[in-house]
Every structure is written in C-alpha cells, then in structure tokens.
C-alpha cells in the first residue's frame, strides 16, 4: 500500500505568489490534516478535513486555505506568502477522527519564500 | 490550553546505552499520547501510542507508559543504536471539536558508535 504522498517535494516561491501543495492520504482513509513545520520546532497544527468538510482549524491567518475532494486528497492554498512561511508542510492521514488513531505522515513539502 | 514539554536535546549517547527522553503534558481529560521520530529529511513516522492510563506503548525495542498522576509519558530504549538518531517528538490528541496532534519542540538524539 501507498503511503501519504505530498507533491511537490520541494518548492521556491517569492514573497507575494500563491502556493498550492496536495496531499494523497493512504487508501481508505478519510481524515487529512495539514501541519506547518519551521527549523527546529515541532509541528503546528493548521487544518483538518473529515469528509470533505472542516473539523478543525489551528491559529493561522486567512492566507491559509484548504479544502478535501470526493477521493479525500486535500489541497493546501497559501495566499500573499511571507518570508516566514518558509517551512515543512506535513499531510497526515487517518483513518477516522478518533483520537487512539495514529495519524500517519508524508514526508512533506519543503516551501522556500525568498 | 493543551501543551508538551520535551527534554531539551541534543542528547547525545554512546551504542548500547540506555535512553530515556522525558515528556510532559498539560491537558484536561483524557488525551492520547504519542511518540514519532523524524528522520533527516523525512517526515515523521509514528513509534508508539498510548489511549488511557497505565497502557504501555512499545515498538523497535522503544517503550513508554502513560502516566496520568505525573501526567508523563517518557521515553526509554534499554540499548541504542547508531540508526537510532533521529528528532524524537513526543504528542498528545485530546480529541474533542479540534481534533488535533499537539507536540513538543522535539529531542534531538545522536548515538555514537
């Protein structure tokens, strides 16, 4: 079985663009939650979408967006980028909302703002 | 709100020593706890996972228990290996309207050969 997948890896943006960054969950799961990773921090929570709706959503401004399809891949919308959103963007995925699930991770996207 | 303290890093160990990293948590209720390990480059892979008090999370020879008088959740590994480094960070999940992963800042461990 396939993991989460993220696309792209890595990217460079400008300060100002728009970013979009996708997310596959593994097959039969229908939880995606999206988590912003800065150097030498842990992750911070920024959405979660069950079911193509939203269930929760962390202290980001409104540049954030994003949103989950009929096959449970999620997208990432980053408006008007700053230097510091400079950081790994992680897609998790997971089974259900419940808490005693695991989340499983994908290895990221690596965004560059310069 | 919600937080977890980590031990600060890096720690740094010698093969076949004894590991522990400690983990703290603040929390109403009844949260889950987690440990994942963040390879280089990579994103982060769950290691082990407790849902209520006492349970004992265990995988690759790594344990920790779940600690609800002293609200911990340490991690221990009798015996490291060099494939062992890694950012370890330990979690919690309190479920609830914002079900969300809330981790701390991460423990950097090195094991030397």
């Known amino acids: 079985d396939a993991g989460v997948t993220q696309s792209p890896t890595h990217l460079i943006k400008t300060r100002g663009q728009h970013v979009t960054l996708r997310c596959s969950p593994i097959?039969?799961?229908?939880?995606v939650s999206w988590y912003q990773q800065v150097l030498g921090q842990g992750p911070q929570f920024i959405f979660q979408?069950?079911?193509?709706?939203?269930?929760g959503r962390g202290n980001f401004p409104d540049r954030f967006s994003a949103r989950q399809f009929p096959n449970y891949s999620s997208e990432l919308n980053v408006n008007a980028l700053l230097l510091g959103d400079s950081a790994l963007y992680l897609c998790?995925?997971?089974?259900?909302?419940?808490?005693?699930?695991?989340?499983?991770f994908g290895s990221g996207t690596r965004l560059t703002v310069v | 709100g919600d937080s977890v303290t980590q031990m600060e890093g890096p720690v740094t160990l010698s093969e076949e020593a004894f590991l522990t990293i400690n983990c703290t948590y603040t929390?109403?209720?009844?949260?889950?706890l987690f440990w994942y390990v963040q390879y280089p480059g990579e994103g982060l892979q769950l290691l082990l996972k407790?849902?209520?008090?006492?349970d004992k999370g265990s995988n690759k020879g790594f344990e920790a228990t779940y600690r609800k008088e002293t609200t911990s959740f340490h991690l221990e590994k009798g015996s490291v290996q060099v494939s062992d480094s890694a950012v370890y960070f330990c979690?919690?999940?309190?479920?609830?309207?914002?079900?969300?992963?809330?981790f701390g800042t991460g423990t950097l461990l090195a094991v030397q050969p």
């Open positions: 998790a995925s997971s089974l259900d909302t419940e808490t005693y699930y695991g989340y499983t």
């Open positions: 097959s039969g799961h229908k939880s």
């Open positions: 979408y069950y079911e193509k709706e939203e269930r």
């Open positions: 929390a109403t209720g009844y949260p889950s």
């Open positions: 407790a849902t209520k008090a006492d």
């Open positions: 979690a919690l999940n309190r479920g609830g309207a914002t079900n969300k992963l809330i």
